[in-house]
């Protein structure tokens, strides 16, 4: 396979020194319209990877925000189909922004395996992370994504010990997301210095780009993290945006505005460091 | 049907029964989860973990349970000789002990303090609460809030016993929605929780641990019925919601051939209708760490399910049920809340027994069919549990069906006039 978008993007932000800005987003929340907007002006404000949330009826590794977008979205008819459709439509103006699927088994298992990596691969989309899927089960969608051309991006997490990490990183490409705690999206995040020590751990196994999420709310948070970190991801900070405004116009804005916050932080965070 | 000499040796290392279960979860969970295996395969074959847990069940849960001939649902049925298995007159309740027990004495050896469980009916929940009392352990149950308010007995029980219940308002507040908010518990406590899963669901080992610990019911059952008729009984009926009663009754029969089984799901208001009947009237999906048959749309997406009893009010089944029905072992029916509630009142007034409403589900099932069998032939109903707890919502039923059947009184006079 030829270098992929995701490869690329690390490759160039290797070359700026700096880490990546990865932005999480309910596909379908909180419409289809103002979704797709923001999708679209995601890369202008900053975001260097997005991840679109698969919406799911259950979803159980993610904490009140993001369990309510998923749930606000299938109310107003968002399904799989029209996540693909959305990425097809994002790919028409933009051709670099990594996209990456997240979310949980079911809605892939039951749109079928090879029909959906088949129509994820030809809408654009360029890695996955599906929270219900371990490398014991790697048979079930991973290995297939792999050959479809598809990264597949594990999670590590605190509990992910020395013994583990092999097996979880086997498979993985693209990046790898280390859980910065235990717990589900969302929740607080521990200290930057123990989640320092935890990627040099896992720097140990690996020389894939490793991102950090779960709890990273504001600009000065990521920046501290992009300080070391490969990427930074936001999510739940993003999709609150969303439920806190009057109106989903403002919604979107909120969104895209924070994204900006964001991105300058990751941005300055190693320039910073070196003035320091 | 397969060729294995034995169908009890699932699952396979990766905890599927054919084509169902595994250990669909979070990477958080996956050490957890494989540490809880190695420590059950240890225990389950420990001199003392078996002592222990032998000497509980005998003195705290009140074991074994009577296998009681019911002279007279036989008499009315004029058909089928119908046993009842009491796991009623367990402490507590219900079965859903025998598998709280055996978990609780794992937590102990795990070394850990806390323990959560989700609850439907609230049985499971009362068990939890139990155990962790006995055992000196910090208990939280996750309820849906639906649940909450038409099981409060069982509620209160639960905050007597110092558990802390959990209301959960996502969702339809049922079932699956505590099993979420449980399982978003477990991953933020990973360290210091242990999750006592109330039925044979989950990802692996639960299934198969829960079964191991209920199967004593089937166990138990073909002693006694040996003792009583000289033989194997004929057919083995339970209702089915997650499929913990059943599976412990079925599972020691599985290699008896002349033994035929039945697990009853519910069929809500129909299964046309709205209802909570996943094999009869669902497809092949992951929930809830492992693969079986679900109530969903085309999507993918879980669909609330519906039954007047709490018990059976999930969207799922457990992943063995499922293989069992594959491969045509066990055969499912359903049976509607009109049914159940019928059954219910029956075996009150000529039994003296309040069952569960779950339970009155494989009742009804057996007043079905007992009567176009011969009188030699031997059912055994694992009645599960006993229906105090559903006293709320069987009276609302009577006022309502009363109410229906004075409106439809006054419509045949206005007919008439």
Redesign the interface.
């Known amino acids: 396979m030829s270098a992929s978008r995701i490869d690329r993007c690390f490759e160039a932000l290797r070359q700026q020194d700096r880490a990546a800005l990865v932005t999480f987003v309910t596909a379908g929340y909180p419409d289809y319209q103002h979704s797709a907007e923001i999708l679209k002006g995601l890369p202008e404000a900053g975001a260097d990877i997005i991840e679109l949330g698969m919406p ?6 993610d ?1 009140a925000p993001i ?1 309510l977008a998923s ?1 606000r979205a ?1 109310a107003g008819g968002h ?3 029209k996540t693909l459709q959305m990425v097809r439509e994002f790919r028409e103006h933009n051709q670099d922004t990594p996209i990456v699927l997240m979310g ?8 079928g395996v090879e029909r959906f990596l088949h129509d994820a691969a030809a809408s654009g989309v360029d890695g996955m992370i599906v ?4 490398p ?2 790697d048979n079930e969608l991973c290995v297939p994504a792999r050959e479809a051309g598809i990264h597949f991006i ?8 020395a013994a ?1 990490l092999p097996g ?1 990183l086997v498979n993985t490409s693209g990046f790898l997301y280390y ?1 910065s705690s ?3 999206t969302g ?1 607080a995040a521990p200290t930057a210095e123990k989640v320092e020590k935890e990627l040099a751990r896992i720097r140990e196994h690996t020389n894939l780009p490793v991102a950090v999420g779960f709890g990273i709310r504001t600009a000065p948070q990521a920046e501290r993290i992009a300080r070391f970190a490969d990427a930074v991801v936001v999510g739940s900070a993003l999709v609150e945006c969303i439920a806190n405004a009057d109106t989903e116009a403002q919604g979107r804005d909120d969104v895209l505005s924070l994204t900006r916050e964001l991105s300058a932080a990751v941005r300055d965070a190693r320039t910073t460091l070196n003035v320091s | 049907m397969s060729t294995a000499t034995t169908l009890r040796q699932g699952p396979d290392t990766n905890g599927f029964f054919g084509h169902f279960g595994g250990r669909f979860v979070a990477e958080t969970l996956m050490p957890l989860i494989l540490e809880l295996q190695k420590e059950y395969a240890t225990a389950r074959n420990s001199k003392d973990f078996i002592d222990e847990m032998d000497a509980l069940r005998r003195d705290f849960v009140g074991r074994k349970s009577p296998l009681y001939l019911a002279e007279r649902l036989t008499e009315q049925l004029g058909g089928a000789k119908v046993y009842l298995k009491r796991e009623d007159l367990l402490h507590t309740g219900a079965h859903k002990i025998n598998n709280c027990l055996g978990q609780i004495l794992l937590a102990k050896r795990m070394g850990k303090i806390r323990i959560i469980a989700e609850t439907g009916a609230g049985m499971h929940g009362v068990a939890t609460a139990t155990v962790a009392a006995r055992f000196g352990m910090e208990c939280m149950v996750y309820m849906g809030s639906v649940d909450i308010h038409r099981q409060q007995p069982n509620v209160q029980r639960m905050r007597l016993l110092g558990a802390k219940v959990i209301p959960v308002t996502s969702g339809a507040g049922t079932l699956k929605d505590a099993m979420n908010e449980a399982l978003r518990d477990w991953v933020t406590n990973v360290a210091d929780t242990f999750y006592i899963i109330g039925t044979v669901a989950g990802p692996h080992p639960y299934p198969a641990m829960v079964r191991d610990f209920q199967s004593i019911i089937g166990e138990e059952t073909r002693e006694q019925i040996l003792e009583r008729e000289g033989r194997l009984p004929d057919t083995l009926v339970a209702c089915v919601g997650g499929g913990s009663n059943a599976m412990g009754l079925f599972h020691p029969f599985l290699d008896d051939e002349s033994v035929a089984m039945v697990g009853v799901e519910a069929a809500g208001e129909g299964l046309d209708k709205r209802h909570a009947a996943s094999l009869k009237g669902g497809t092949p999906g992951v929930l809830h760490g492992n693969r079986t048959f679900l109530l969903q749309s085309a999507d993918g997406q879980i669909q609330d399910a519906h039954s007047i009893s709490a018990g059976l009010d999930y969207p799922g089944i457990g992943p063995e049920h499922a293989w069992l029905n594959d491969i045509g072992r066990v055969s499912y029916a359903a049976i509607t809340d009109d049914e159940a509630l019928e059954a219910f009142h029956t075996l009150c007034r000529i039994e003296g027994i309040i069952p569960a409403l779950e339970t009155a589900h494989a009742i009804a099932y057996v007043m079905k069919v007992a009567p176009t069998l011969p009188q030699d032939h031997l059912i055994v109903i694992n009645l599960s549990g006993r229906g105090d707890k559903d006293m709320s919502t069987v009276l609302a039923a009577m006022d309502a069906s009363a109410e229906n059947a004075e409106k439809d009184a006054g419509k045949d006079v206005k007919g008439e006039a």
């Not at chain 1, 949980?104 to 749109?111: F, L």
């Not at chain 1, 594990?154 to 010990?161: S, V």
């Open positions: 799911f009826t259950d979803p159980m590794a904490g369990q749930q299938l399904n799989t189909i949980y088994y079911n809605p892939i298992y039951c749109y929270v219900d899927l371990p014991e089960h594990r999670l590590a997490t605190p509990t992910t010990d583990r979880v859980v235990t717990g589900v929740s």
